[in-house]
């Protein structure tokens, strides 16, 4: 499981206010996943979803379900970092989170963290792909991370 920020959580209106604003119902399990995906520092996988909020009593679908409507009302990003496992986050408004950003996965234990975007730097070259000029595009790094390496 990812780890936890230490900064106040937003309140439950919070919450709420930012999924009816997207145009979703607010219900307890949206709320669930938001406050999950607010306390995370890395993105989160399904399963990491399902762990932390059963005791709530939140079944695989339902939160399943939520996270499909959620990234559909743009108010969480899903990516695939080339193992074939959906990973959520947050979409984030602050500048040290903003929009699409590079991710660091562990080539051993397979930990995936966020990087700054300025961590990485690309330089459009000629041949390549418009969307590396607009920056549209994923940048995903593997690797052995501190622990590993």
Not at 129 to 139: T, Y
Request: glycine residues 6%; positive net charge; charged residues 30%.
């Amino acid at each position: 499981m990812a780890a936890r920020k230490n900064a106040p959580q937003p309140k439950l209106a919070e919450y709420q206010e930012r999924i009816r604003a997207s145009g979703l119902r607010s219900t307890s399990p949206r709320v669930a996943v938001l406050r999950e995906l607010e306390s995370a520092t890395a993105p989160l996988s399904h399963a990491d979803l399902v762990d932390a909020l059963s005791e709530e009593g939140y079944d695989r679908v339902t939160i399943y379900r939520n996270l499909t409507d959620l990234t559909e009302a743009g108010l969480v990003v899903r990516a695939d970092l080339g193992d074939h496992v959906w990973r959520f986050e947050l979409k984030r408004e602050e500048k040290s989170h903003q929009g699409t950003h590079p991710h660091f996965t562990c080539t051993d234990c397979g930990t995936v963290a966020c990087l700054p975007a300025k961590s990485v730097r690309l330089t459009p070259a000629k041949g390549a792909p418009r969307s590396v000029a607009a920056r549209s595009v994923d940048i995903q790094l593997r690797g052995l991370c501190d622990r590993c390496g």
